[in-house]
């Protein structure tokens, strides 16, 4: 069964580097933040297998923590994408 | 292991391949997309040299909090930034950097292949004084413990930066509210997101910090997802950045070194040393330094995220 | 000796790493922004759902296969609202690098 | 040939990468990223070393692992404040270039107080 979940962990990191050529080609921001956000899904994926294999709880928590905070950084993206560069004033004064 | 092995192979070629593309890489914005793409990377290769405690921190810091200031600070340069580029120095100064480069790398790999063998460690010391904190987790009995001097010195040095970070104010705005007003807007996804994450992160930060006392997780860790959380809700225009002349928040930036100094000079007056701690109430008092050491980071990171006051603050 | 939930969980992990698969293939090879976002959002949902779904019986004892459960619902529900929020930016003009 | 041999190696090629970016990079944001790439590096050989010093009841040094910790959060709020100063800067100038000569040609008065 290990080897099955290595090999699993080891194809989602194949597939997940192969979504990354997406962060280097472009063309539009949305497309990069759109690759580094499935890297962060396979990313969670390939430590769930991890936290099996290896029989280390705690690894999940890293998975969660990675589930929490990986939206954070499209939102910054995002906020400047729909309010700023829609010529919209940033501040409300 | 030899898949191991392979795997760890590819996954330092990948780190290294995704830094490269940070640094070469024209536009700055998709340099700071690497940027949390590498963040994301550092994550896994700690998961794999089994410091799950720096797992946390570098995916709550690297990818979290770092990647979306620098991702916020490439958008608000824009395209002025790009200007800079033609400044680009001669072919001459590039041959030296990179030879410079070369060189430290070298030497630093050099280190790498010729460490001492047996490796000397400190693990035996700090497994046999465990008993005396009454926690678990090695990682946080250095840090709160062991160390407690570097932790709370580190305190210190996180409100200078945050000093530093204010006296960027011009002087009108001198201790008003930092960073741009978000406005909410209540049929947008982000501000369902933004009502939504923040509890369950405050839950999940909260865990870190109760489970950092026998399992990887601590303070640091905690109090940066808590800082999370709340930038989300101000981005989001559900909360407002509080003005940083209000007491409660400066309360709250020292709150734990002030605990870490006066259980320090407690020690120092029950007759030990600067910082010892009672053996019979370690682990009740570290826990209550943690908890306001959470309180501290996740105020400082969040304050130093948002930037220098902007906007003068409500009457 | 393979038990059923073996065979279970070999079932689930492999559908979910093709469903990665086919999350990468479609954002390398659609060809726009917004078909692009249609193919991650597969990748992100149904792969991790179903890999969580394949380990949750291996997970020992029930708080663990909740956490488990917990890590999807919280990648399923940022990646809606995220892929959203992305969706928006797409539309409203985003401007290309090169 | 060991996972801490291969990240070492790794994280003194990043140090290196880093150092590169630090000083041939003309634009101050791409400094600070690649003054990033050199702190996540010399982590990385800090988590070798904790790694090695591995003994039965621990997976690691906890004592290097616990300075990494707080390094990575000063460096954390090292680039929040340099990135705070380069905002400040590119408002108070409107450019980012830190050539001596171009900041002389800049209209003094867009330099406020």
Not at chain 3, 59 to 75: F, T
């Amino acid at each position: 069964m290990a080897e099955f979940l290595q090999f699993a962990s080891g194809f989602v990191s194949a597939m997940v580097v192969l979504g990354m050529v997406r962060i280097v080609r472009g063309p539009t921001r949305a497309d990069r933040m759109m690759a580094a956000q499935l890297l962060g899904t396979g990313g969670i994926a390939a430590l769930l297998l991890r936290s099996d294999i290896t029989d280390t709880p705690s690894v999940i928590d890293v998975a969660l923590v990675l589930a929490l905070l990986a939206a954070f950084a499209s939102v910054a993206f995002v906020v400047k994408g729909a309010r700023e560069a829609s010529g919209e004033p940033e501040a409300s004064e | 292991m030899t898949s191991d092995i392979i795997l760890d192979c590819i996954l330092a070629a990948l780190v290294l391949a995704v830094g490269c593309w940070v640094i070469v890489v024209r536009d700055s914005f998709a340099a700071a997309v690497g940027f949390v793409a590498y963040g994301l990377l550092l994550t896994l290769v700690w998961v794999r040299l089994d410091a799950i405690d720096v797992a946390l921190m570098e995916g709550a810091i690297g990818s979290g909090l770092t990647g979306a200031l620098l991702l916020r600070a490439s958008s608000r340069l824009g395209a002025k930034e790009q200007s800079t580029a033609a400044e680009q120095p001669g072919v001459m100064l590039r041959t030296v950097a990179a030879l410079l480069s070369v060189i430290v790398a070298a030497m630093l790999a050099t280190a790498v292949l010729y460490l001492p063998d047996p490796a000397p460690t400190l693990a035996p010391e700090a497994a046999a004084n465990a008993s005396a904190t009454g926690m678990a987790n090695p990682v946080t009995n250095v840090l709160m413990a062991f160390r407690a001097m570097d932790t709370m010195l580190e305190k210190v040095v996180l409100l200078v930066a945050l000093a530093g970070v204010w006296s960027l104010a011009r002087d009108r705005y001198w201790g008003g509210r930092p960073g741009p007003r978000f406005r909410s807007d209540p049929k947008d996804p982000l501000a369902l997101l933004a009502q939504t994450l923040p509890p369950l992160g405050i839950v999940v930060g909260i865990y870190m910090l109760w489970e950092g006392a026998d399992a990887p997780g601590g303070a640091f860790q905690g109090g940066t997802i808590i800082a999370a959380m709340w930038l989300l809700a101000v981005i989001a225009g559900l909360t407002d950045t509080p003005p940083v002349s209000n007491r409660r928040v400066r309360l709250a930036l020292i709150a734990g070194p002030l605990l870490f100094l006066i259980v320090g000079f407690g020690g120092l007056w029950l007759g030990e040393a600067f910082l010892a701690y009672p053996v019979a109430y370690a682990k009740p008092l570290l826990l209550v330094i943690e908890f306001a050491m959470t309180l501290t980071v996740a105020v400082t990171l969040g304050l130093l995220i948002v930037g220098p006051p902007e906007r003068e603050g409500a009457p | 000796m393979i038990s059923v939930a073996d065979i279970f969980t070999v079932i689930a992990v492999s559908a979910g790493a093709f469903f990665f698969m086919a999350g990468s293939v479609g954002l390398l090879r659609f060809p726009d922004t917004l078909t692009r976002l249609h193919a991650l959002t597969k990748a992100d949902n149904l792969g991790l759902g179903l890999v969580v779904l394949g380990l949750m019986p291996r997970a020992g004892g029930l708080l663990a296969a909740l956490k488990l459960a917990s890590v999807w619902l919280l990648v399923l529900f940022t990646g809606a609202a995220v892929s959203q929020l992305i969706a928006r930016a797409a539309r409203d003009g985003d401007q290309d690098d090169e | 040939m060991t996972a801490a041999v291969v990240f070492g190696l790794c994280g003194a090629a990043a140090a290196g990468l880093g150092l590169y970016g630090a000083i041939a990079n003309p634009r101050p944001l791409r400094k600070i990223l690649a003054f990033n790439l050199l702190s996540s590096g010399v982590f990385l050989l800090f988590g070798v070393i904790a790694r090695r010093g591995a003994v039965s009841a621990f997976s690691g040094d906890p004592v290097p692992q616990a300075l990494v910790i707080t390094g990575i959060v000063v460096a954390a709020a090292g680039t929040a404040l340099a990135v705070a100063l380069l905002l400040r800067f590119f408002k108070a100038t409107g450019s980012t270039t830190l050539s001596a000569g171009a900041l002389a040609s800049a209209p003094a008065d867009s330099i406020d107080e």
